[in-house]
């Protein structure tokens, strides 16, 4: 496929993307934009942390009931969260937390037809700024991706809060990012189609090479500022693009065999504790293996060391490496209709296996 035979292509974008220390206090001015009543649903792991902030940020301005979300992004957990916003008669849903609450979020303002506003806490993913929400199994395995017809309406970053979590969440946006040009680049050569099905317009490809250059620049000064639980310059810059320009980047560019690979290393039990973008580091350096890219191998792994991102299977918890985990892992990433099939080449099980085996040990 080439440009005199395309005549379609698209870019999505999130409708409005605010970012800044502080930003929380806006909360409520900003939801009463969209809505009188809302569901805020909320992580369990920060809910008593910002329970009492996130309040006072809407008190007087939204009537919300508040909501401790259950974990994970399962169907039951949506229909959950729909029930109780049909209950409230909920003009919008409020996601606030990490991926698996906000893509529920997402999922339940699609299924009640209303806003979706999305405050991450973490920037450990680029799911804050998609129309896609991964669902999961109880038993933590991707069950499907659910495609979403729009964008959340607004995400709210307030990077004060981000620079409190733990730096290991920062590093895994960090890893999911880096997927973000590796994936584009793969579907550009390839002709596959994005999350909207055709080709990405040409700002999908520089809005993912922006998205590893920065990275790439900032990406071990942001970690030193997250460890210190600073928002500095170079975190803002990483936050951005963990969430912003990865995000517009993977839709509108497309995606590959590293979150293909992602969805193959979650059948293993020993991942589940680690996080999507760790997982998807690996899954960038065994795609760059698979297309035998030895330089730009060799310049992710350097990169990856210096930021703490894993690079050995052992990393993500497959400290026994056998012929029956590689193999579920590749079956798994290479089934019919899997988006590892957008890399521009005929990816098989046996092909994965080996680029899987290549990395470092």
Request: charged content about 20%; glycine content about 12%.
């Amino acid at each position: 496929m080439n440009e005199k035979t395309i005549s379609v292509r698209g870019a999505r974008f999130p409708g409005r993307y605010i970012q800044g220390q502080g930003v929380m206090a806006r909360l409520g001015t900003e939801v009463a934009a969209f809505a009188a009543r809302a569901v805020v649903v909320l992580d369990g792991g920060v809910f008593a942390i910002l329970q009492g902030a996130i309040a006072a940020a809407l008190d007087g301005k939204v009537k919300a009931e508040l909501v401790r979300h259950g974990g994970e992004c399962s169907d039951a957990e949506i229909a959950r969260i729909v029930g109780l916003g049909r209950a409230a008669g909920a003009g919008a849903i409020v996601g606030i937390g990490g991926g698996k609450a906000l893509d529920t979020a997402k999922a339940a303002a699609h299924g009640l037809g209303v806003p979706a506003i999305i405050v991450p806490t973490i920037a450990s993913s680029d799911a804050p700024c998609s129309a896609l929400a991964v669902v999961y199994n109880e038993d933590g395995g991707v069950a499907y991706d659910k495609f979403l017809p729009r964008n959340p309406d607004l995400v709210l970053v307030d990077t004060a809060i981000i620079s409190q979590a733990p730096s290991r969440f920062l590093i895994a946006g960090i890893g999911d990012a880096l997927a973000t040009y590796y994936e584009a680049d793969s579907c550009r050569d390839s002709g596959a189609f994005n999350c909207l099905g055709m080709p990405g317009l040409e700002v999908a490809h520089a809005i993912a090479r922006a998205c590893r250059d920065t990275i790439f620049a900032f990406g071990a000064a942001a970690v030193a500022e997250c460890d210190a639980k600073t928002a500095g310059p170079a975190l803002e810059r990483v936050v951005e693009a963990n969430i912003l320009l990865s995000g517009i980047g993977f839709e509108s560019g497309g995606v590959a065999s590293a979150h293909g690979i992602h969805h193959g290393l979650c059948e293993l039990p020993d991942v589940h504790h680690h996080l999507h973008g760790e997982k998807v580091a690996i899954g960038v350096l065994a795609g760059l293996k698979l297309r035998g890219k030895e330089d730009e191998f060799q310049r992710v792994l350097a990169f990856c060391q210096s930021v703490r991102l894993p690079t050995r299977l052992a990393d993500i918890g497959i400290t026994e490496v056998t012929p029956e985990k590689l193999r579920i892992v590749a079956e798994r990433a290479c089934r019919p209709g899997e988006i590892t099939h957008n890399e521009p080449l005929a990816v098989t099980s046996a092909m994965l296996v080996d680029a899987l085996r290549a990395l470092p040990v």
